[in-house]
């Protein structure tokens, strides 16, 4: 990186490049979710790029268990207890809809099948019991919400964190370069499972998705490397761009449902992916207002990657008004029905900038609460 970019990238000894990596793949991200158009070609690297930018950005500051134990004391904070927290809401909201007769006027345990692109399991909560034993499984990976798809996310990156700590903490007295060697070899490991993950975790998507998530985030240890800082060049964005085009043309990755062509071809479509974002980000990152903006989003894409499926919801409730469908559309996970670009277009937005606003709302109420709590102590 040269000095230049070094200063319009860096603010208060923060990389702001990778922030906007982090603004930019979000948005990609609820795009895919609503719209179909090039979304094979943004999968390869739209999710991906968050383990990326983890593992670029991780610091490697565990020497012992009582440092590996403050490191997790922290991703609970930042990753778990979110999303346990929303998921605790979204169960309760389900079965609130379904008690409200918001989805369907059968509150009954219902399964959509063929006439449904998607198929779709609701369950009404009976009482806290059930409600409890379903959040547990919601972040055991093993049950989902109608509006919490997308926190199974930050459970992977917990995991990887978790994993990743634990695997400094037992290098923590080698030599470097003996350390180096056992990243490389825990990489190389990592790879080979994660390419035959397919006859060992049958059935198992997330299992499948954990090693290739975990992968990326070792992945992206190594994009910090100086011989790789000298790829992340316009020309190279410009390749990385064709090169994703004929990747996406010959190879499907979904890394939600497990379904990765290999591992070859998807580090190269996430390498690609970065070196596309990379120079990208380091030129917005001296265009004042869209730092700004999408700095912003790269600061808040847990509070995104949580209420996004929620926000969607009003969106679908003035599309089934306006187009007289059932209300059982209402309990879509995304947008899986065709609608029409504005609609996409409000969908894109409502995904986006009704989590910051929910998320600006719970700090000002957070901070008011603490103020109050202040005053009378």
């Known amino acids: 990186m040269d000095s230049s970019l070094k200063e319009t990238s860096t603010r208060r000894g923060r990389d702001v490049s990778v922030d906007i990596i982090k603004g930019i793949a979000i948005v990609l991200v609820i795009y895919a979710h609503t719209w179909p158009f090039c979304k094979n070609f943004i999968r390869f690297f739209n999710l991906p790029i968050f383990m990326v930018t983890s593992g670029y950005c991780f610091k490697n500051r565990i020497g012992s268990w009582a440092d590996w134990r403050r490191y997790m ?17 979204f169960t309760l909201l389900t079965g609130v809809f379904l008690r409200l007769g918001l989805y369907t006027g059968d509150p009954a345990f219902l399964t959509m ?16 019991g059930d409600l ?15 509006m919490g798809t997308g926190t199974w996310f930050l459970i992977m990156l917990f995991a990887a964190s978790a994993f990743h700590g634990a695997f400094c903490c037992l290098t923590a007295r080698l030599t470097p370069r003996r350390r180096q060697a056992a990243m490389t070899a825990l990489f190389l490991l990592t790879a080979v ?15 499948k998705c954990a090693l290739y998530f975990y992968l990326t985030y070792l992945f992206g240890l190594l994009l910090r490397e100086p011989f790789v800082r000298r790829l992340e060049t316009p020309l190279l964005s410009c390749l990385s761009f064709a090169v994703l085009l004929v990747l996406a043309r010959y190879y499907y990755i ?8 290999g591992v070859l071809p998807y580090l190269a479509g996430v390498l690609c992916g970065w070196l596309l974002l990379k120079p990208a980000a380091g030129y917005l990152a001296r265009q004042d207002c869209l730092s700004r903006i999408f700095c912003y989003l790269g600061r808040h894409t847990i509070s995104v990657i949580c209420l996004h499926i929620l926000c969607f919801k009003p969106v679908t409730w003035l599309y089934i008004r306006a187009c007289q469908l059932p209300k059982i559309y209402l309990a879509s996970f995304h947008v899986d029905f ?3 670009e504005p609609w996409k277009l409000l969908y894109l937005a409502a995904g986006v900038i009704l ?8 700090r000002c109420l957070r901070d008011r609460i603490r103020l109050l709590i202040g005053k009378a102590g």
């Open 113 to 128: 099948t063929a006439d449904w692109p998607v198929p779709q399991r609701l369950h009404t909560v009976q009482g806290i």
């Open 254 to 261: 979904d890394v939600a449902t497990g379904s990765v062509a």
């Open 193 to 207: 499972l994660a390419q035959f993950s397919d006859p060992l975790f049958i059935g198992s998507s997330y299992a």
């Open 338 to 340: 065709d609608v029409s």
């Open 355 to 362: 989590p910051l606003l929910l998320a600006a709302l719970w």
């Open 73 to 89: 004391a922290g991703k609970l904070r930042t990753l778990f207890l979110p999303c346990a927290l929303c998921n605790g809401i």
């Open 132 to 146: 409890l034993w379903k959040l547990v499984r919601v972040l055991l990976l093993t049950d989902t919400t109608q």
